[in-house]
Structures are given as C-alpha cells and as structure tokens.
C-alpha cells in the first residue's frame, strides 16, 4: 500500500475546528482514504473513508485534493474526547481489512 | 451492538509458557481479524478469518503463533513458548462484510517477563 505522511502532534482547543493533515503523494487510483483514531487504552475506531469526493458523517468530515495526493480530516467542534492518535490509511478497495498504520497524529484538545 | 469483546484485558506471563487470548465479535459479523500494536506503533495486521476459514495470515504471524476460529463465531489466539518480543497489545476487529469499516475490541496486552 502507498505511504502517507502525517505530523507527529497536533494542538487545539476545545469546541475550535481541528485539520489535520495527510499527505499521500504515490496514492494509486483505487487507493480509498480511511481514517481511524486511537482514544488512550482502547482500540482504534472507524472515523470516515473516501475515494475522491469529500465525506461528510456524523464524527467528521474529509476534504480530499482534486489531485488525491493530500486529504484533510476534519473535526468541526473539538472537545475533549477527541483527544486521541488520529490514522490516516490507504488501501485499496478489494483489502481493506488489512489496514496499514503508520505512527498517527497524536491530537491534544486543550480546555 | 455489545461491541467486540476481548478477554483477558491484560496478561501477564513467564517467558517459555503458552498463551491464549479470545475474542468474541459483534454478533453476525462474519469476517474476523487479529492485530498486533507494540508501544509507540500503529497495529499491524496478523490474520482474516472469514466465517471458520483463516483466509490470510501475514508472515509477523510465526509458527509459535494459532489462530481459530471453529464455529465461525468466537477466535482464539494462542501463543506458544512466549518471548520477550511478544509483549504487545492483540487487538481483535470484526466486520459484517468484506469493505465495510473495522469494529476493533479495546484488545489484550500481554507482557512477558
């Protein structure tokens, strides 16, 4: 799977939006986009996908560049459970059960 | 939805002696995986199960490792003659079908003395 690169930490503060960043400049075209997140002592859990249009769901959103080579999770209103490692993944459509993580952006929501 | 349920949450164990770790999925998911997450790094994948058939197992799984699942419901991970290097959260994910997002467990972290 195709590499992404993501800042090591990030800083927000809580009920401000948050982006955070990915960049994926060797994405494939049937590389979908996913994103997960970490919270401290639990396993990951699902955020959002896309492939080339932006996603919207009820825990985030996710602008993807026209040229797919960077993508941006966003979270409208940080609070304080948001606070967690934030994965982004790509993976191609027929295998998307063997998620490669790299390290995350680990997420401080200050109060 | 109970979620993915893994026992024990935490292990402890003497170097050389075996080890078994059990996940129970979300009820009619039948695609079941098995992840390794050792501190500081994300998880890596170690084995697919669709229904009671292993499909997939990736080569960090050596062969200390079993992995089963017999009646397509529960999974069983045992590790034999434990190691050092073995201390790791086993994290456990289950899914109703083949794309559909990942429902992980909150996992077992196993450490060896």
């Known amino acids: 799977d195709a590499k992404t690169t993501q800042p090591n930490s990030m800083e927000s503060n809580e009920e401000e939006p948050v982006h955070l960043p990915c960049n994926h400049s060797t994405i494939s075209g049937t590389d979908y986009i996913h994103w997960y997140r970490q919270l401290p002592s639990q396993g990951p859990e699902y955020v959002i996908h896309g492939l080339t249009s932006n996603v919207n769901n009820r825990m985030a959103s996710l602008a993807i560049a026209e040229d797919r080579k960077s993508s941006t999770l966003i979270l409208h209103r940080a609070t304080l459970r948001d606070a967690a490692v934030y994965y982004c993944?790509?993976?191609?459509?027929?295998?998307?059960?063997?998620?490669?993580f790299g390290k995350g952006t680990l997420l401080t929501v200050n109060p | 939805d109970t979620g993915v349920s893994q026992d024990p949450r935490h292990k402890i164990t003497k170097r050389g002696q075996n080890v078994t770790f059990r996940c129970d999925p979300i009820?009619?998911?039948?695609?079941l995986y098995w992840y390794r997450q050792t501190l500081g790094q994300g998880p890596e994948f170690l084995t697919y199960f669709q229904n009671e058939a292993q499909l997939e197992k990736s080569r960090l799984l050596s062969d200390r490792f079993s992995a089963e699942r017999p009646k397509g419901s529960f999974s069983t991970l045992e590790i034999q003659r434990t190691e050092q290097g073995d201390s790791a959260m086993y994290l456990c994910a289950s899914s109703p079908w083949l794309n559909s997002p990942l429902h992980f467990g909150n996992g077992t972290r196993l450490t060896v003395t």
């Open positions: 993944i790509l993976n191609s459509g027929g295998s998307n059960y063997k998620l490669t």
């Open positions: 009820s009619e998911h039948n695609r």
